[in-house]
C-alpha cells in the first residue's frame, strides 16, 4: 500500500512491529491487520492541523473507511480479534511454534493481510 499511496518509508513497518498477534501479542487484542489499516488510513488522509476545518474532514472521511474496511472485515472473517481470527495463545511458545510448522500462519495471517489490502485498494479506487 505505501507505494500506491506515497507513504513509504521502513517507519511504518516498525510502527506496527507489535501488532502480531493482536495489540501487544495479546490475543484478545485486535487483529494487527485491522489496526494497522486503521493506522495507515489516518496517514493516507494527513493533513496540516493549521487548516482546522479540512484536518477535521480528513479525519472524518480516515474514520468513515477505517469504519467501513473494520465492519466488512470482521463480517467476512467471523471478528476482529487475533484469538477469533487464528484460535492459539501467543504467550505459549509451544502453541505457536506448532502454529508456524503448520504453514496454517501462511493461510490464515497472511490471508487477512491479503484481504485488508485488497479493501485498501478498493477504497482507493472509490
Request: with cysteine.
Amino acid at each position: 500500500m505505501w507505494e500506491a499511496s506515497g507513504i513509504g518509508s521502513e517507519d511504518l513497518l516498525w510502527a506496527a512491529a507489535n501488532a502480531f498477534g493482536g495489540a501487544a501479542g495479546v490475543r484478545e487484542g485486535t487483529c494487527g491487520v485491522v489496526t494497522g489499516a486503521g493506522i495507515y488510513l489516518g496517514l493516507r488522509h494527513r493533513t496540516p492541523l493549521r487548516d482546522r476545518e479540512k484536518a477535521d474532514a480528513a479525519r472524518k472521511t480516515a474514520r468513515a473507511q477505517a469504519n467501513t474496511v473494520t465492519t466488512e472485515f470482521g463480517k467476512a472473517h467471523g471478528g476482529l480479534s487475533c484469538k477469533d481470527l487464528v484460535g492459539i495463545d501467543w504467550s505459549d511458545a509451544a502453541a505457536v511454534q506448532r502454529f508456524r510448522d503448520s504453514g496454517e500462519w501462511m493461510r490464515k495471517c497472511c490471508g487477512y493481510v491479503e484481504d485488508m489490502i485488497a479493501r485498501l485498494y478498493a477504497l482507493e479506487q472509490g
